[in-house]
């Protein structure tokens, strides 16, 4: 009896022009797009600052000096330099960029 007069609830619904089913699932539906949609570009925003990366050249590593921060130099590792020390855990190796100058990096 209950499930007849629940489909004669929705046939009246449907006969009489009134959407306000369809209408709260079509809002309910728009927030929860909106909620998602600002998920994802909060965590665009605060994933892009993470995955830039900034490489100094040899010349700026030189005139901004010495740092306490981890910093990363673009070149080409020369493969004759290479040393590993497994006593210490050292690597000692030297960089060269495009302008011929070199750095050695411990």
């Known amino acids: 009896?209950?499930?007849?007069?629940?489909?004669?609830?929705?046939s009246?619904?449907?006969?009489?022009?009134?959407?306000?089913?369809?209408?709260?699932?079509d809002f309910?539906?728009?927030?929860?797009?909106?909620?998602?949609?600002?998920?994802l570009i909060v965590w665009v925003l605060l994933n892009t600052g993470r995955?830039?990366?900034?490489?100094?050249?040899?010349?700026e590593l030189r005139a901004q000096g010495a740092s306490p921060r981890r910093i990363r130099v673009s070149g080409?590792?020369?493969g004759e330099s290479i040393r590993w020390h497994p006593e210490t855990g050292d690597l000692?190796?030297?960089i060269v960029n495009g302008e011929e100058e070199r750095l050695a990096v411990h």
């Open 1 to 10: 009896m209950a499930q007849h007069v629940r489909n004669a609830a929705w």
């Open 12 to 25: 009246h619904c449907a006969l009489s022009g009134s959407n306000s089913v369809l209408d709260k699932w």
């Open 28 to 39: 309910s539906a728009a927030i929860g797009a909106l909620i998602i949609l600002a998920v």
């Open 51 to 59: 995955s830039l990366t900034y490489y100094l050249t040899i010349s």
């Open 76 to 78: 080409i590792a020369l």
């Open 92 to 94: 000692v190796l030297e």
